[in-house]
């Protein structure tokens, strides 16, 4: 199994920034897919970025030229660069791993939360 930790969230005014970083306990070189996933109170829980194995992204159109997302095989971390924060950004993140054989993995999730 794999243990997903995250990190780096906090308040932060609109129009700020902060970087998640999501911790494996094994390597991740060959997760098949690793994402980001948000839940405001009283939302269900949405996608909002995405990265293959292979490198390819997928971002919510929400997002788009604002986060970017990244993994480091090296370190085993899974990041998510917010820029351009907004009060509707304000939910609860988790980090999310996929592995072909044996299925979805979740972190405990991260409260970003943003103020107008």
């Known amino acids: 199994q794999v243990q997903l930790v995250e990190s780096g969230g906090g308040l932060v005014q609109a129009g700020g920034s902060l970087r998640l970083s999501c911790a494996a306990s094994e390597s991740i070189f060959s997760i098949y897919v690793m994402g980001w996933y948000r839940q405001a109170p009283g939302k269900q829980r949405e996608l909002v970025a995405s990265?293959?194995?292979?490198?390819?992204?997928n971002y919510a159109d929400s997002v788009k030229g604002r986060f970017t997302i990244s993994r480091d095989n090296v370190k085993n971390t899974l990041y998510l660069q917010m820029n351009s924060l907004k009060p509707e950004d304000t939910a609860v993140y988790y980090c999310m791993a996929r592995k072909r054989t044996s299925g979805d993995y979740w972190g405990q999730g991260t409260q970003v939360t943003v103020s107008s």
């Open positions: 990265i293959f194995s292979g490198g390819s992204t």
